[in-house]
Every structure is written in C-alpha cells, then in structure tokens.
C-alpha cells in the first residue's frame, strides 16, 4: 500500500509510525536522570523510585495482552486513539502528583502508550510480507530512536532547571503530538477483524503451540532483556559509583541512542538480504562481545563512564541488529493473528525486561562496583544467542512455516 501523509485512506507513513511508537520509549527513558532527584523530592528509597520503571514495564506487559486482541477485533485506529488519550490523562496526573505512590499509579497507565509499539509492529505487518516488514520496522525503530536518544539529555538538563516535573510536561507535549498526528493518518488497516475479542483470546494457545513463536519471542525477550537491566542499574551507576549530574548522564545515555539507531539502518537496509534469522544471531553475538570488553575493562581497573557507556552502546547495536527480525518473525508467524501476536509477544518480551531492570538495584551498592549490572545484562545476552539458535530449529518444524 502507497502512503498519502494526512490521507487516512492511504497505508499510515512511516513517520507516523515513528512517533507513534517513540511515545511509549520517550516516557520509559526520558525521566531516568531525574530518579536521584525523585527520591530526595518524595523522601523515598531509591528502590521504591525504581518501581517507577519496573511498574511502566509490567503494565506495558500486560497492557499488550489487552490491546493485540483488542485491534484485531476493534480495528487499529480506534485502539489507538483510546490508549493515547488514557497515556495523555495520566502524564498529566503524574505531573502533579503529592506522594511517590500516586505517581507509581500515574506510571501504569501511562503504559497505555504501548499501543503505539504493539499496533505499528502489526500495522506493518498488515501491509508488506515478512522479510520487508523486518526492513520496515527497522527504518521506523531507527527514526524512533532519535527521540529516545535526545529524551535523557533533555529530560537531565530540564531536571536540573525546573525539577523533575518538567520532564513529565515534555512526555505530554510529545503524548499531544502522537495523538493529533495519529487521529490525521492512521486510517484502519485490519480489513479482516475477528468475529469477536473472545476468539482472539483463545488464539493465545494455537499461538503459544507453535515452537517458532516461542523461539522468536525468547530472542526478543532476553535481547531487550539486556537493554532493560541496563535502564534499571545505569542511573545508580552514574549518579552514586560515578558521580555524575543528571544532564551528564542523559549525554552519556544518548550513545546507547546513536548505536541502536545505527543497529537499525543496517537490519532495515540489509535483513531482506541477509535474512532475519542470521541478522538475529550476529546482533545477540555482537552484544554478548560488547558486554565481555567492558567486564574485561573494568576489571583492568578501568573507573571512567565511557567504559560502560561505549561498550554499552555497541550492545545496542547488537540489539538494532536483532530485535526488528525478531519482532517481525512474531506477527509473522501466524499473518492472521498479527496483532494478537504482537500483543502476546511483546507482553512476554516486556515482562521479561521488567523483571531484569529490578534486578540491578538489588545487588549495586558503592563495595560491588559496577560488576552486579554487567553480570546481569551477560546473562540475557547469553541467553539471547540460545534462543537464536533455537529459531534455526524450529523453523525446520512442521508445527509453523518460516516467515
């Protein structure tokens, strides 16, 4: 399908997915410099501020078992809006919030905002074959990144002016702009709705039956998964090991922007060739390597933020090899079910990431250093190249086709 921008009856394009999708990780990443701050402010734990993230992500989890199903049945569009405008309301509780649990509550529905990563991955999918919906995904992850990549240092530099709050007010400016930009050139693209929301709840088990859908979802799982653990444990790192000012860290934070971003225009320029299944493997070794120069530079006595930082950033390359393909083979592998598929999909892969990013801030303190946050983002890593091979395995099955 062509593109007409502000046509709704034309395929969306691209850049609406781009935003669309940039809201949900702009509200993840953009107040994460400001967390130190947060907890002074509300005379909270540092744990307890954390939540902040780990609760975004459960609900984001959750959230996608609903509004998979939701598409496929209602349509698209119609869910979107409606999880825009629930994200819209919520930041703007979340900007005057009195205590710290009223903010966690803000903080869950403000996942709602995960539509847009659930609904453009089967949007695209709705509309190109597989092997060019993994190239599509990746020209719209790479431009959405941009906005992630930016968030954290201007969220840092808002902090330190105007308070946390600010950051919130720049999430509902870009929440106001997804909304409006969505309601002009999204028109409906499921032209096959399901007959009912019920049938496509009890599409989960054909789904969870079929091997290479599980294969495809560990794969993205334990990839994100070392991104995630990453955002829970950086911000302690920076602030507490390294010192350094909230605008500091949102800088250092956009390399990991920049690699992922860069990880993206080669699997959108290079997968229909290369393949998917091969793009996977060498983003989870690239990452899995990245991670093992870092634990070697430290342990070299290494003490600067770009030991963690770079290595870190080339991880995320690895992640912008592997996580298009991998969400690409998700609503792939059953073309009808796509949006449960993604919903189902990206509930496990999230879910899977909210879990590690809680994980760091049990074990960091001052006497452990930074070794606690690198053994737990090696373990996904690890686990991500397994899950890589498992896919070479179950595309040979005869329980699903390969994409």
Known sequence: MTSIYLNRRTAPHVSTLVVATATGALALNVF???????????????????????????????LQ?????????????????????????????AIFAPTIYFLLVCRIFQAFAAAGMVLSRAIVRDTVSAEFAASRIGYITMGMTLVPMIGPAIGGVLDEIYGWQATFGLTLAFGILAF??????????????????????RAYPELLRSRLFWAYTLTAAFTSGLFFSFLGGAPYVASVLFGMSPSAYG????????G??????????YTALVGINNMMLIGNVISTVAILVAIALFAAGAAHPLALFVPAAFATIGNGFTLPSANSGIVSTRPSLAGSASGLGGALQIGGGAALSALPGLFLSPETGVYPLLLIMLAPALAAIAASLFVRVASRSNDASRP
Request: charged share 10%; proline share 5%; aromatic share 16%.
């Open 65 to 93: 078992l609903l509004i998979g199903p939701a598409s496929d049945r209602f349509g698209r569009r119609p869910v979107m809006l409606f999880s825009f405008a629930v994200f819209i309301l919520a930041t703007v509780a």
């Open 180 to 201: 409006a930009v969505v309601y002009l050139d999204l028109g409906e693209t499921n032209r096959s709705p399901s007959a009912s929301l019920g049938a496509q709840f």
């Open 32 to 62: 994460l410099p400001s967390l130190p701050a947060m907890a002074r402010y509300f005379e909270a734990d540092y744990g307890l501020v954390q939540l902040s993230v780990s609760l975004y992500l459960t609900s984001t989890a959750v």
């Open 260 to 269: 992922y971003m860069f990880g993206n225009f080669v699997s959108g320029r």
């Open 251 to 258: 800088f250092y934070f956009a390399c990991l922007g920049l």
